[in-house]
């Protein structure tokens, strides 16, 4: 992203309250992006980062892997910043074609469609539970292995429950724990992660693709 002053004394006001903290440095870039786009301080103490998964979404970026996400705010959330940087495809479960389903969601059937072609795509579900949902029922099945899965759908009803089951799945993942969460959140985290991941892979990636 593109930095003015106005950006530069909010991150510094977050820095300042947050005060001491138990992030990596490059976890902490992900969390003060999130503060910043919400903010909300509860996030730092909901924002929870599997072992390695900066490292494996940042790889996963530079390797061009194709990026999935559950709704349009999404896409176009992250999008001028793929775009400026790694190029990622970007597909989005609504927009994908699927056959009616009476029992899923749109989001949920075209997410479901999509992991089946990208199985090890990176996965960023937003706002969609059902999406969250039908992408972990497909992990714990084995039939696909994402490099990364951000989830931050927010929900009253069993949204805690999906997160904990993409927690218990083993894959690389960053994910909001409890109710809270939104499409700006995941926006915020991708964008964060590009950032880092060009920082450590630009160099060797510019013009490539």
Request: glycine share 6%; charged share 20%; net charge negative.
């Amino acid at each position: 992203m593109e930095w003015h002053v106005t950006d530069a004394q909010s991150l510094a006001i977050i820095d300042r309250e947050i005060g001491d903290h138990i992030f990596s440095p490059a976890e902490f870039e992900i969390v003060r992006r999130v503060i910043y786009a919400t903010a909300d301080f509860e996030y730092r103490s909901l924002i929870r980062f599997s072992e390695r998964a900066l490292q494996a979404g940042a790889a996963a970026l530079a390797a061009r892997s194709t990026i999935v996400v559950d709704v349009p705010m999404v896409q176009v959330g992250i999008s001028p910043t793929i775009q400026n940087t790694f190029a990622n495809p970007v597909y989005c479960s609504m927009e994908a074609l699927t056959r009616p389903q009476k029992d899923k969601s749109r989001a949920a059937w075209g997410i479901e469609t999509l992991a089946r072609r990208y199985p090890e795509g990176i996965f960023v579900v937003g706002q969609a539970q059902t999406a969250l949902i039908a992408l972990v029922e497909l992990i714990e099945a084995e039939e696909i292995r994402p490099a990364l899965v951000i989830g931050t759908p927010s929900g009253f009803v069993d949204v805690d429950v999906a997160k904990e089951r993409l927690n218990d799945s083993l894959v690389s993942h960053i994910r909001i724990d409890g109710r809270k969460g939104s499409a700006v959140v995941a926006s915020a985290i991708v964008n964060g992660l590009v950032d880092l991941a060009w920082q450590a892979y630009g160099q060797d990636t510019n013009g490539v693709g």
